[in-house]
């Protein structure tokens, strides 16, 4: 993973050192920390200047600093991993297969095949000499971040970097959109003295002849946030990108509505363990569950073995003590990050440990002393109030007012686990964050990773990533609580199951209000939108501790498979919470041998960690968050 940026010029008036923020450097070092370098390309002649930064995360093959430049002066910036369509040998580095694929390319349409082909996340910028072209862009679903920023017409400068700082300026950052990849001719602009850029989307298959009208329709999508003064067309010969998944199948089955060998005037209550094998019994269900994990089981394993191990692939088997974690996985002891734990423990050496991070936000005392409402009771039996009057951020990793919802499923989930696995040191981390730690981070560096997003529903996850995948906590040491710091490079996540599988809350009012038809349409939504709405958020969050984020629910093999299913077969919202929202993945859990951890219902981050409603209680998801804005002294 790196960070990455390039800083355009047109015109002579301004030096491009002008226009790099020093503290946006601060930023892309943090990301990219086993090396840092400066290009700069000045074409005097046409009155352009280019400033390409680079800061890489070492992950895979030999450490290969960026910018990487060719013989042909040819510049090459890569935030990626390339885990199919593309051959990368065990010791080589995907920087530099992709930049030698890249100076093979004699076409645009060379370039769009190349970037076609590839399955993994990734965002790039390449500056082709002889045709002094700019190209950038991020991949089909925005799984690394890239954020564009224009100055005033006057200036005529253009700024790409993977994170930005937030500003009160007039020139607000946005972030690329995910429509396809740009190019710039920096020749025509700089004759013009005038920024243009060209578009080639994304499109599911080239060789149907597409619409003017959705040409149209993408063109204005993604260009509603640039200044008035910079133009985007799309490319005269009409190529694009071919898209990397198969469309959503929308076929309309009935849902059965029933949990087999229950009486559903009881199902609420009666909902177990057992009721999953009762849909497990049926073989064309039992098919596509195991068709589904052995395809998220490749997923995981190519993102838990893509990964320079170093000294400790050399010995079969290592002291225990001597061993580090490599993987990590936020950890909530719910579906989807208990699936992803179980399948990485398939392929991580069985001598290395995993890394579970559980994060936990202190509760107010205020919220402990209210009302006697049902769940009032039970979070009062979880958090005593005076749990906290000893709280010592060194050792009290097990005070009751951090046992969140996160951490008591997460503790349930590690024993699961352990079941599964008793050989494998699990490494339960209990990440404790008080509210004033949480307000001094937020001002100093988590909200520029929010930037350019601004809710309060942003404002909420970033923060809890953010400190989760830190990886500063506690774990368990033969009974004793250690202070523990993740080593681990890589984090999985499991976005992109709830946006599939029908695992938010809104779905299921949206199919009581628009049956089977209207749910596939907002699965289709949520897909379209995953990338302005959480990816490029969660990698500039991860990212900040010079880690890199691993999306297995978004591995394009598994969104295939899973968009060739009719949604029947993926969820039924008959049914009740904990069964209905994400079942086949909740029979796959079933399958590979987890137990309670298959029936909790969904929880989202900011509510099992407590984040939530933690500084105000009367604020909406929605509303744009004020403390994200806030700054003391000195702005970064």
């Not at 204005?220 to 990397?244: F, R, T």
């Not at 006697?372 to 009290?396: M, N, S, W, Y």
């Not at 970033?462 to 906590?473: M, P």
């Not at 709405?533 to 999306?551: M, P």
């Amino acid at each position: 993973m790196c960070g990455i940026c390039c800083v355009v010029t047109l015109g002579s008036q301004h030096a491009v050192h002008d226009f790099f923020n020093e503290d946006v450097l601060c930023h892309l070092r943090r990301r990219g920390p086993d090396s840092s370098q400066q290009l700069i390309k000045n074409v005097s002649d046409l009155s352009y200047q280019c400033l390409f930064s680079s800061h890489v995360l070492h992950l895979r093959g030999l450490l290969t600093p960026q910018p990487l430049e060719d013989a042909n002066n040819n510049i090459f910036l890569w935030n990626g991993e390339i885990f199919n369509g593309v051959h990368v040998g065990d010791l080589e580095n995907d920087t530099e297969v992709m930049f030698h694929h890249l100076a093979l390319c004699s076409s645009e349409a060379d370039i769009l095949s190349l970037f076609s082909s590839l399955q993994g996340p990734w965002s790039f910028i390449y500056y082709q000499a002889s045709r002094h072209s700019l190209w950038f862009g991020r991949d089909y679903f925005g799984r690394r971040s890239l954020l564009w920023q224009f100055s005033n017409e006057a200036d005529s400068a253009f700024c790409l970097t993977s994170v930005s700082v937030y500003s009160q300026s007039d020139n607000q950052c946005q972030e690329v959109p995910a429509s396809g990849i740009f190019k710039m001719d920096l020749k025509a602009c700089a004759t013009t003295k005038s920024l243009s850029l060209t578009l080639f989307p994304w499109k599911y298959s080239c060789a149907e002849k597409t619409g003017e009208e959705v040409f149209i329709n993408v063109l204005n999508q993604a260009s509603k946030d640039l200044p008035n003064h910079v133009s985007l067309v799309m490319n005269e010969s009409k190529l694009c990108l071919k898209a990397p998944v198969i469309p959503l199948n929308k076929t309309l089955s009935e849902v059965s509505g029933e949990c087999p060998g229950t009486n559903m005037s009881n199902v609420t209550n009666m909902v177990s363990v057992e009721t999953l094998q009762g849909f497990l019994a049926k073989q064309h269900k039992k098919k596509n569950v195991h068709q589904f994990i052995n395809v998220l089981n490749e997923a995981v394993k190519r993102r838990v073995l893509s990964l320079f191990r170093g000294e400790d692939q050399k010995t079969e088997v290592p002291c225990l003590s001597d061993r580090k974690a490599h993987i990590a996985v936020l950890f909530s002891g719910g579906i989807d990050s208990m699936v992803i734990a179980a399948l990485a423990d398939k392929h991580v050496p069985l001598g290395e440990p995993i890394d579970l991070l559980n994060v936990a936000f202190m509760i107010k005392e205020q919220a402990k002393k209210k009302g006697t409402t049902k769940k009032q009771v039970q979070h009062d039996l979880l958090c005593p109030p005076e749990g906290c009057k000893d709280f010592d951020a060194k050792t009290g990793a097990h005070l009751p007012c951090f046992d969140v919802p996160d951490r008591v499923t997460g503790r349930a989930g590690l024993k699961e686990l352990q079941g599964i696995n008793p050989s494998r040191t699990w490494n339960f981390v209990e990440i404790n964050v008080t509210l004033e730690e949480l307000k001094k981070m937020r001002q100093q560096c988590i909200n520029h990773l929010i930037y350019p997003l601004d809710t309060v529903l942003d404002d909420s996850i970033g923060c809890a990533i953010w400190f989760a995948s830190r990886g500063e906590g506690f774990i368990s040491n033969q009974g004793e609580l250690k202070p523990y710091k993740s080593p681990a490079k890589v984090v999985l996540t499991g976005i992109g199951a709830d946006e599939q599988l029908a695992g938010y809350s809104r779905h299921r009012v949206c199919f009581k209000k628009y049956g089977l038809e209207g749910l596939n349409k907002e699965l289709e939504m949520e897909l379209d939108r995953i990338s302005s709405r959480n990816l490029g958020r969660d990698e500039r969050i991860i990212g900040d501790h010079g880690k890199e984020a691993r999306f297995p629910f978004l591995d394009e093999d598994v969104v295939s498979f899973l968009n060739s299913l009719p949604i029947s077969e993926k969820a039924d919202l008959t049914l009740p919470r904990g069964i209905g929202e994400k079942l086949i993945l909740r029979l796959a859990a079933k399958e590979l041998g987890l137990t309670a951890s298959t029936i909790l219902p969904k929880r989202a981050v900011q509510f099992g960690s407590r984040i939530a409603k933690l500084e105000s209680n009367s604020e909406k998801a929605s509303d744009t968050c004020s403390r994200l804005k806030l700054f003391s002294g000195d702005e970064l």
